[in-house]
């Protein structure tokens, strides 16, 4: 498996708040693993 920047601007990642899983993608609802929230990680912290 190749190892992705999760902070990759052109795409969507989210990661699941619950058990840590994480999915790229521009609508992710609900984390596929556990049905727990997910955060989307593109949003910038600065
Ligand atoms: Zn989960």
């Known amino acids: 498996m190749v190892y992705t920047d ?4 052109e795409r969507s990642y989210y990661e699941c708040r619950d058990c840590g899983y994480r999915e790229a993608t521009d609508s992710l609802g609900a984390c596929p693993e556990c049905g727990g929230r997910t955060q989307n990680l593109a949003v ?3």
């Open 44 to 46: 910038p912290r600065d």
């Open 6 to 9: 999760p902070y990759t601007p």
